[in-house]
């Protein structure tokens, strides 16, 4: 684990225009009380762990077999694990900048860390259960609508924080990302189905867990 997050803050050092501003790595083993009350901010990486099956939403340049061809999307059932970071992005033309932070019902972009893909959705189905396939597409100037997600908070909440449930509603296509205990035998052996379905169901439930958390940029 000291291993992964040295690795991210490199990473972060070498990649990202943080203007000289710390980060805060966060891992979900070592979380308090304190640590749980951290916001999510645009350019701060993440994990996103399913709420029941406690797998992380994950990545890596294998192509589905089937359905777009595109770079699969699977849920990981280990937390130490370089696939499985994202970058939380602002949608396309807006004034969000590096820092702020998000308020429920906004749309957000993730990128995902290794490939630069944007997590994506669209009417093909899912290889498992036949729902709407979730895929990684494009690239640093290549997005389109397909990479927008609308960020809903459950519960009180009205910005979005380290450990708060939440779910991600696909812009176009209305589905909620999703997993659930199909898993993939071949290919992706022991990885589960990442898939968008149009109805809220318990296993549409996400949090942010692990991660490098950009501080909040003050306003001036």
């Known amino acids: 684990m000291a291993l992964a997050f040295l690795g991210l803050s490199i990473f972060l050092f070498l990649n990202l225009d943080l203007d000289g501003t710390s980060f805060s790595p966060v891992s979900a083993s070592s979380s308090s009380a304190s ?10 990486v993440i994990k996103l762990m399913h709420e029941r099956t406690k797998y992380r939403l994950h990545s890596h340049d294998v192509p589905y077999g089937s359905g777009s061809g595109q770079q699969s999307v699977t849920g990981f059932p280990n937390v130490d694990d370089a696939n499985s970071y994202w970058i939380v992005r602002p949608q396309s033309g807006t004034n969000a900048k590096q820092g702020d932070t998000i308020k429920s019902g906004t749309i957000i972009r993730l990128q995902h860390m290794k490939t630069r893909k944007w997590l994506h959705s669209h009417l093909h189905a899912s290889p498992i259960s036949g729902n709407l396939e979730i895929s990684c597409f494009g690239g640093e100037n290549e997005s389109d609508t397909g990479d927008y997600w609308r960020l809903m908070i ?8 380290q450990d708060q449930r939440i779910r991600l509603q696909h812009v176009d296509t209305q589905g909620y990302l999703h997993s659930h205990d199909k898993k993939y035998q071949r290919i992706a052996g022991g990885q589960q189905e990442v898939c968008g379905v149009r109805e809220k169901r318990a296993d549409n439930v996400w949090l942010a867990a692990e991660g490098a958390y950009l501080p909040i940029t003050a306003s001036k």
């Open 154 to 161: 459950e519960g009180s909440g009205k910005t979005w924080k």
């Open 35 to 44: 640590d749980s009350a951290l916001e999510i901010t645009y350019g701060s």
